[in-house]
T-cell receptor, first 111, second 113 residues
Framework: EDQVTQSPEALRLQEGESSSLNCSYTVSGLRGLFWYRQDPGKGPEFLFTLYSAGEEKEKERLKATLTKKESFLHITAPKPEDSATYLCAVQDTGSARQLTFGSGTQLTVLP | EAGVAQSPRYKIIEKRQSVAFWCNPISGHATLYWYQQILGQGPKLLIQFQNNGVVDDSQLPKDRFSAERLKGVDSTLKIQPAKLEDSAVYLC???????????FGQGTRLTVV
């Protein structure tokens, strides 16, 4: 059974204070790892897909990296508008190809 | 490009009543998912369709939940009868194929009292 664990559960940063969110996973075979952002009262918004260890993707102040056991979402010089819950999900190589989500990291960036 | 549409946005029902949610995926997306998200948790897959066929419904409580996707486009998810523990946000998502990223609707917040 696929498992995804995200840490920390909650993170408070000052504006401009860089940090990283962690997503550790257990799958029989990884087809892809996905990062989503979720604002209160809204559905998750797609950010990145990573397919293989060593891969990196960037978007504005966000950079996602992948190893064989975990992924990191690095946030550089965050702004208050980056406040949201960040969700990590994995898709295994099984026939169903469903997404298994972690519980998320709730990020708050204070001005 | 229009996103995934869901309705209603909010629903309050009493336990043992029935409720239905509707989803219209992004045009051309063959894969459709229904997820349940309980407050403070990540989304949990209930059912996955590929066109109008079920790919995975292993976590769907089939004694009370049902879903259909007619003609491989719109989908409905029904709960009958509802229990207090069904209070959650029900998210619909779609993707071009099973390997592509999924795009989510805004969800339906269900409260069972």
């Amino acid at each position: 059974e696929d498992q995804v664990t995200q840490s920390p559960e909650a993170l408070r940063l000052q504006e401009g204070e860089s940090s990283s969110l962690n997503c550790s996973y257990t799958v029989s075979g990884l087809r892809g790892l996905f990062w989503y952002r979720q604002d209160p009262g809204k559905g998750p918004e797609f950010l990145f897909t990573l397919y293989s260890a060593g891969e990196e993707k960037e978007k504005e102040r966000l950079k996602a990296t992948l190893t064989k056991k975990e992924s990191f979402l690095h946030i550089t010089a965050p702004k208050p508008e980056d406040s949201a819950t960040y969700l990590c999900a994995v898709q295994d190589t099984g026939s169903a190809r469903q997404l298994t989500f972690g519980s998320g990291t709730q990020l708050t960036v204070l001005p | 490009e229009a996103g995934v549409a869901q309705s209603p946005r909010y629903k309050i029902i009493e336990k043992r009543q029935s409720v239905a949610f509707w989803c219209n995926p992004i045009s051309g997306h063959a894969t459709l998912y229904w997820y349940q998200q309980i407050l403070g948790q990540g989304p949990k897959l209930l059912i996955q369709f590929q066109n109008n066929g079920v790919v995975d419904d292993s976590q769907l409580p089939k004694d009370r939940f049902s879903a259909e996707r007619l003609k491989g486009v719109d989908s409905t998810l029904k709960i009958q009868p509802a229990k207090l523990e069904d209070s959650a946000v029900y998210l619909c998502a779609s993707s071009y194929g099973g390997l592509a990223e999924a795009f989510f609707g805004q969800g339906t917040r269900l409260t069972v009292v």
